[in-house]
């Protein structure tokens, strides 16, 4: 017996064992045993039914070795015992005659004959482009080929195909049709049912799927002509249900697809021939569906019947007729195809309606009456001419504006505000996102150029091109640029794929060859310093960004590769590696900002002494080199911060978050590492003053003195921190600095020259100094100014900001440690230049306008005033202060809180927390200050009655309530917390929380200008917003106090109101009584109100309330007023002062509109305005003149007197004005007066002589001028004037002749 194939045997030895099996003759080890026939029947009924219907395998005697490999004889099938095969017949012949599968008939494939088909050369042509091929020229009466559908029609036809639900396979079967080449099938209505041919009747009009297309033109027709009568005679010997069975069997075999598109082709077909004969398809069909509903065929070739036009719809003029062969045309939507129409008839030029906008293929607009063919020009179709310039040439737009970018200025840009910084990045919204980068562009060039992959691109040509130095520097530039803008833009370009890795694998390398001083022809693989400009703009943006650059990308061995050798030893240029280990210092210092990168200070510590010590030496120098000392002063701030940093203590985490534990993460540097610095930097200091008092040799320095006294600020700062030190060593040598170093230097001349230049240099004295550049783009916001930084200037050469400002915060420190040495130090603040300085800057001027340069000049010049200004509050605690001096620093501080921009929340905090509510500051107070009020009021000529108490009496009170105020003002102009912490790590060198060095935008001030009704204001919201109240505490001292501070101000302080109008204080008065109905008549606010009331109606302050002009914080004065009439109709109960806040805005000089809401919607309100004519905080007069010459409003006046809404005894100020007016008006006779003037004027006149009630009578006959001391408030004419009478006579006489007429 043969064993199996074993392991390692190849083909030979299976053919072997294969030759040995047949040689021998053996018995097979499997028995194949045959299943009986699939047929119903039994050939042989005599043959017992196999138990099994399965083929079975024996595997009985299976020899081991496998049979021999050789070719095996053809097998034949065996044949059923009932059906016994012919001798001579082949199986296969037999196998496919038998077979009724429709693959049966398409396995047989004949090729394509191409022996006929013409070939058609392209024909030569003299245009440009060839004529464009139009799908109807050669596809008329084609079926369109069903390619890739647009998403838009995927969709239609999914919606329509969950729209229709697919019924089951018999009912499909009923519905389809079979090609027409073998039968036509149909579901018949019931209205055709009686019209159908018997079944014994075809009509068959030859192939139309067999067409013989691609055969022999003499074979063709003959072979298609010979398969279409198989097919008429198979269909003829088919009974009809046999017909249906094979119908539904085909369509379910066949695939989906195949099954439509041999419907299309027959309905195509059908549709063809019905068009060229013009007559019904001969009736008949060739087999009736019975006793199944009839089904609509839901084609998409076929319209729905939504789709039809409405009956009566006028038909579109349409330039041509849409065929459903064409493209997507096979539901017609005609509202879509307004815009073929042809154009409207061109207009009158002189219309005054909008026009279309027309454009020639050039760019240029055309006239309205130009009639330009459609050819030659762009015709705006829609329903706004806008759109065009939005869309057809927004590219047209883009090349106006990107060129622009490459020409403007680095700026300070844009930060976060309230949202957190990874939060802010990511953020977009959602009107960016959809606008196209043309529109981005209008507004924010560097968000439009963002919007259109420039990074992608850039860095393409950074790693793919390799440019020229040139182009290389310009991209970088960009790169600069961009990075620059905001927090957003700077981490896209930190995200950007191989952009960083590229600038820094490229530009920053850590070997590369030698240079010259000869012009290189490739900046790749060669050291470049704006690549390392780029590097510390990002870090710049946030910390998070800077600990990705120091980790992610290896900067921490560049930055050593490039300070660890000197400028001079780095193979490049002198200039730029000057400029290449600046910036690497410059970049350092930013990581050090925020407390990053303190371990390179251990391994480069020998280094950074090295070059400290090697400072004085070039400051001492004839000719210092600049590039040296900007080197220099890197040097210096790097210093400063890492002295910080060993300085600063871990704060507690205020949060669980990741930033909270990152900030909290502890300085790698301790204090004795940088304690010996103070040795190395003192010298330098010592000799930068010595050149002080050399303008020339002063200037050269640039920032090297103002970064030895920062250094010195943060040293004294660090080392007063820490906890293990005895605190005499640092207090003997703060006193040692003084008495050597600061104090010589107060006494210098040259020092009182830099106070003097404050003014010459200041942005907000002097705006030209910070104009905007004439070329400078709202869009594209820049630090240029006009003229570059001329010197001159905050920015300038000559510029004594940044030296005094670190002499200020450096008084600071040493004052706060030492205090023993603030008297000493006080000394700076009597320079003569510093108080001319502090006079101009509350002096009277306009505010300069807000640009992204002034507002980076004004911050570091609200900085320097507000270090003058701390310093002066420390003097103040410890020795007295003189009171022009305080009153002078007081309003300086005033005026900086109403200035400081966002940034400076620090600063803002700082100024309500000290000076503005200090004491010291208020000489007034305790200077007879009150007593004086008092005086002035009673001389005052213009108050009226007494409303309330004395005014010295309220601010001496007021100024004993200082420290309530304080609260109440810390509690209502709190600052945004986030803002305000971030801002005090900045200004406290906290670096372990600045979360970003970027400036915020600045879009105007901190506060409001009227920050001092700042809490009136928001009670008034607050009592809109809770219906139930504000509690009757909170809601009475937070009213009292502000209302105390505002007299304060209005007092001791005007200049500090100055920017609000006297109407917008007016307006908040009226918020104090619409809070609630019980908050006016509180004692205390009573008699504030009635207190600065008082002080709107002065005759100086009086003329400049202006109720009509707009006002800052109020949509509308009139509907304010309409709402104060309906609370004092409501709750006032005829209190005076409420009254007189009413009567106030109603005299004659302001709109009509109050006194028409009073007159006619406030009728009922006159009843309580009882106030006397005595507390008329105003004259009389006011209301009276001129004459009243609204008529509505005189109707009003003569009904309220007539029916008794008006007397005297209760509204005696208002019953005085009508009066006055009525009677100007009946006795008026001007001549120029319209005819319905006159017949009121008469009419008046006449109900006026006739009525009841004489004393009103007589008053409006005899009024003659007003006077408030009397009763009435006017005086009579005894008896009327000579004119009037005569005039009185003959309108009486005419009235006794026709009566009076009705009106």
């Given amino acids: 017996m043969l064993s199996r194939p074993k392991p390692g045997e190849s083909e030979v030895d299976l053919l072997r064992f294969q030759s040995q099996f047949l040689a021998a003759g053996a018995a097979p080890a499997v028995q194949l045993v045959k299943k009986g026939s699939r047929s119903g029947g039994d050939a042989n009924p005599d043959r017992p039914p196999l138990q099994d219907h399965r083929d079975v395998v024996m595997l009985d005697n299976l020899p081991d070795l496998p049979p021999a490999l050789v070719p095996a004889p053809p097998k034949r099938a065996r044949p059923s015992p009932g059906h016994p095969l012919p001798e001579h017949e082949d199986p296969e012949e037999r196998l496919n005659r038998h077979d009724k599968h429709i693959t049966a008939v398409l396995t047989k494939i004949i090729e394509r004959d191409t022996s006929s088909v013409a070939v058609n050369l392209p024909v030569p042509s003299g245009v440009a482009f ?91 027709e003959q072979e298609a002509q010979t398969i279409h009568e198989e097919n008429v005679a198979r269909l003829q010997a088919m009974a009809p249900e046999e017909i249906l069975q094979e119908q539904q069997r085909l369509l379910a075999q066949l695939d989906p697809s195949l099954v439509a598109f041999l419907r299309s082709h027959s309905r195509t077909c059908e549709q063809a021939e019905e068009k060229a004969t013009g007559e019904q398809r001969p009736g008949g069909r060739s087999a009736e569906v019975i006793g199944e509903e009839p089904i609509m065929p839901t084609s998409s070739s076929e319209p729905r019947q939504e789709d039809e036009l409405e009956p009566g719809a006028p038909a579109l003029a349409l330039p041509v007729t849409p065929q459903k062969e064409w493209l997507h045309m096979d539901t017609v939507e005609l509202e879509k195809l307004h815009w073929t129409q042809d154009l409207p008839p061109l207009r009158r030029q002189q219309t005054q309606e909008r026009m279309q906008a027309r454009f020639s293929l050039q760019g240029e607009l055309l006239a309205p009456s130009v009639d330009l063919p459609t050819h030659l020009g762009l015709h705006h179709h829609g329903e706004e001419a806008e759109e065009l310039l939005d869309s057809t040439f927004s590219w047209y737009h883009g090349a106006l504006v990107f060129p622009l970018m490459p020409s403007q200025e680095d700026k300070e840009g844009e930060d976060e505000d309230e949202e957190p910084l990874a939060e802010k990045a990511k953020r977009k919204s959602p009107e960016e996102g959809n606008r196209p980068p043309s529109d981005v562009a209008r507004h924010d060039v560097i968000k439009g150029l963002l919007a259109t992959n420039l990074l992608p691109r850039l860095r393409y040509l950074l790693e793919v091109t390799c440019p020229g130095p040139s182009a290389v520097l310009d991209i970088l530039a960009v790169l600069i640029r961009l990075a620059r803008h905001s927090l957003e833009s700077a981490t896209r370009v930190l995200e950007c794929p191989r952009l960083i890795e590229t600038v820094i694998q490229e530009f920053l390398p850590t070997s590369w060859s030698p240079m010259g001083v000869r012009p290189t022809l490739s900046l790749h693989r060669v050291p470049c310093a704006p690549a390392m400009k780029l590097l510390r703009v990002l870090a710049s943006a946030g910390r998070n960004i800077a600990a990705r650059l120091l980790s992610g990308f290896d900067l921490r061995s560049r930055l050593c590769r490039f300070i660890a050798e000197a400028p001079q030893d780095l193979a490049l240029p002198p200039e730029e590696a000057e400029t290449l280990s600046t910036e690497a210092f410059r970049l350092w210092a930013v990581a050090a900002s925020y407390g990053q ?401 970027l400036l915020p935008v600045a879009k105007g001030p901190l506060l409001p200008t009227d920050w001092p009704f700042l809490p009136l204001i928001q009670l008034y919201h607050r009592a809109s917003d809770s219906p139930s109240g504000l509690p009757p505490a909170d809601t009475v001292g937070t009213a009292m106090r502000a209302l105390q501070w505002v007299l304060v101000l209005e007092s001791w302080r005007p200049q500090a109101l100055r920017a609000v109008p006297p109407a917008a204080r007016l307006a908040r008065l009226m918020c104090v009584f619409l809070v609630d109905s019980e908050l006016f008549r509180e004692t205390p606010i009573q008699h504030l109100v009635a207190a600065l009331l008082a002080r709107l109606c002065q005759p100086e302050v009086l003329p400049n309330l202006n109720l009509d002009c707009p006002l800052p914080g109020l949509t509308s004065f009139p509907d304010l007023y309409a709402n104060f009439l309906e609370h004092f109709e409501a709750v006032s109960f005829g209190d005076h002062l409420f009254g007189a806040l009413v009567l106030l805005p109603l005299q004659r000089r302001f709109s009509v509109t109050l006194r028409l809401a009073l007159f006619g919607e406030h009728v009922g309100a006159l009843r309580a305005l009882g106030l006397p004519l005595t507390q008329l905080p105003v004259s009389l007069e006011s209301y009276t003149a001129p004459p009243e010459d609204n008529l509505a409003l005189l109707q009003l006046y003569f009904r309220a007197l007539v029916t008794g809404a008006l007397q005297s005894r209760w509204c005696p100020v208002l019953y005085a004005v009508a009066v006055a007016h009525v009677n100007s008006f009946i006795f008026c006779q001007d001549p120029k007066s319209s005819d319905e003037v006159k017949a009121a004027r008469r009419s008046m006149l006449q109900k006026t002589w006739l009525l009841a009630d004489k004393g009103l009578r007589q008053h409006l006959l005899h009024y003659k001028l007003p006077n408030s001391a009397l009763p009435e408030g006017f005086e009579l004419y005894p008896q009327l004037p000579p004119l009037r009478q005569q005039y009185l006579q003959k309108l009486i006489s005419g009235v006794l002749q026709n009566g009076v007429s009705e009106t």
């Fill in 597 to 997: 990168g303190g371990d390179l200070y251990r391994e480069l510590y020998p280094v950074l002494t090295r070059a400290l010590q090697a400072v004085p030496k070039e400051l001492s120098s004839p000719s210092p080199q600049p590039l040296a000392l900007q080197r220099a002063a890197s040097l210096l701030t790097v210093l400063t911060q890492l002295t910080l940093a060993a300085g600063s203590t871990i704060p507690e985490p205020r949060s669980d978050s990741a930033e909270a534990s990152l900030s909290s993460t502890p300085s790698s540097i301790t204090w004795t590492q940088v304690s010996g610095l103070q040795p190395l930097v003192e010298p330098c200091l010592r000799q930068t003053l010595k050149l002080l008092p050399r303008p020339e040799m002063w200037s050269a320095l640039g920032p090297v003195p103002t970064a030895c006294l920062l250094f010195l600020d943060a040293y004294y700062q660090a080392w007063s921190q820490q906890p293990g030190l005895c605190p005499g060593d640092w207090l003997q040598d703060t006193e040692r600095l003084s008495e050597e170093l600061l104090l010589p230097l107060l006494s210098q001349p040259a020092l009182g020259r830099l106070w003097h230049s404050l003014g010459c240099c200041s942005p907000h004295c002097n705006p030209q100094s910070c104009a905007p550049a004439p070329e400078a783009l709202p869009s594209l916001v820049s630090l240029g100014c006009a003229g570059g930084h001329p010197p001159l200037s905050l920015a300038g050469s000559a510029s004594p900001f940044p030296f005094l400002t670190a002499l200020l915060s450096l008084f600071n420190t040493l004052g706060w440690i030492h205090k023993g040495l603030c008297g000493q130090l006080a000394a700076v603040l009597g320079a003569p230049g510093l108080q001319n300085y502090f006079l101009q800057c509350v002096a009277p001027v306009s505010a300069p306008h807000l640009t992204p340069f002034s507002a980076w000049a004004l911050r570091h010049e609200y900085h320097l005033q507000h270090l003058a200004l701390a310093l002066a509050q420390r003097v103040a605690t410890i020795q007295p202060v003189s009171a022009t001096s305080a009153a002078l620093y007081h309003s300086m501080a005033l005026a900086l809180l109403s200035r400081l921009l966002p940034g400076s929340e620090h600063l803002a905090h700082e100024l309500l927390l000290s000076c503005v509510f200090r004491l010291e500051f208020l000489p007034e107070g305790a200077a007879g200050g009150p007593e004086a009020a008092d005086f002035s009021d009673r001389l005052s000529l213009g108050s009226g009655g007494d409303l309330g108490c004395e005014r010295g009496t309220l601010l001496a009170q007021a100024c004993q309530d200082l420290p309530s105020i304080r609260s109440c003002y810390l509690t209502h102009c709190s600052l945004a917390r986030a803002s305000l912490l971030a801002s005090q790590a900045l200004h406290r060198g906290e670096l372990q929380q600045v979360p970003a060095l």
């Fill in 130 to 220: 060839p004529p464009v091929f139009h799908r109807s020229q050669g596809r008329q009466g084609k079926p369109a080929t069903s390619g890739k559908k647009s998403i838009f029609a995927q969709e239609i036809a999914a919606r329509r195909a969950s729209e229709a639900k697919v019924p089951p396979v018999g009912a499909v079967a009923s519905t389809l049709d079979p090609p027409e080449g073998a039968a036509t099938y149909e579901a018949i209505t019931p209205r055709e049912q009686g019209s159908q041919l018997p079944w014994n009747s075809y009509s068959f009009q030859g192939p139309h799927l067999v067409t013989g297309k691609g055969l022999k033109s003499q074979e063709a």
